[in-house]
């Protein structure tokens, strides 16, 4: 996903519909690469992903948000590694998404269809997970991979996020 001044708290996505059955799975990883396009100014830490799994898009959704992407600039002959940080990609225990759902629903004040919010991090990072409504893993129909420009300081960004190789594994 390639955009050119992306406005700040603006967000592009992609979206495919699926049919996954997830429940039988512990870990969640995707591989992310951020590509600064030439002559913009460093976007280290400023750029965001997200990967949003659900019934719907809308109503019945998590969502993983990856905080600070690190922009590579791979030489002419580059590693795997020189390419797709550890520190960019996505890794997190299925678990988590569902902390946040019995966090949301330990509350009463807090409504379904109404974003709820936590932060996390682990070895791989600082995310954001989101629930809104019901989400069922085991019945995935459709998912949404996008690039958010989180800042607020009113800054356009122009960058491409590489997504690649979603795996789930446990």
């Known amino acids: 996903?390639?955009?050119?001044?992306?406005?700040?708290?603006?967000?592009?996505?992609?979206?495919?519909?699926?049919?996954?059955?997830l429940?039988?799975?512990?870990?969640?990883?995707?591989?992310?690469?951020?590509?600064?396009?030439?002559?913009?100014?460093?976007?280290?830490?400023?750029?965001?992903?997200?990967?949003?799994?659900?019934?719907?898009?809308?109503?019945?959704?998590?969502?993983?948000?990856?905080?600070?992407?690190?922009?590579?600039?791979?030489?002419?002959?580059?590693?795997?590694?020189?390419?797709?940080?550890?520190?960019?990609?996505?890794?997190?225990?299925?678990?988590?998404l569902r902390n946040v759902k019995i966090k949301r629903d330990g509350n009463p004040l807090n409504k379904l269809n109404q974003k709820f919010s936590m932060p996390f991090e682990n070895a791989s990072g600082k995310y954001i997970i989101t629930v809104v409504g019901r989400p069922d893993i085991s019945s995935v129909q459709t998912m949404m991979m996008g690039i958010r420009n989180p800042s607020t300081t009113n800054e356009d960004l122009s960058f491409c996020v590489w997504m690649n190789e979603m795996r789930v594994n446990g």
């Not at 996903?1 to 059955?21: E, H, I, M, P």
């Not at 600064?36 to 969502?63: H, P």
């Not at 990856?66 to 990609?89: H, M, R, Y």
């Open 1 to 21: 996903l390639c955009v050119d001044n992306l406005k700040a708290g603006d967000s592009r996505a992609v979206f495919k519909n699926t049919g996954y059955d």
């Open 23 to 96: 429940l039988s799975y512990n870990n969640l990883r995707m591989f992310l690469h951020l590509d600064n396009k030439a002559g913009s100014s460093s976007i280290d830490g400023k750029v965001s992903a997200f990967l949003r799994i659900g019934t719907d898009l809308s109503e019945n959704y998590y969502e993983i948000e990856k905080l600070g992407l690190i922009a590579s600039t791979p030489n002419q002959d580059p590693t795997p590694e020189q390419v797709w940080f550890d520190q960019n990609s996505i890794d997190i225990p299925f678990n988590e």
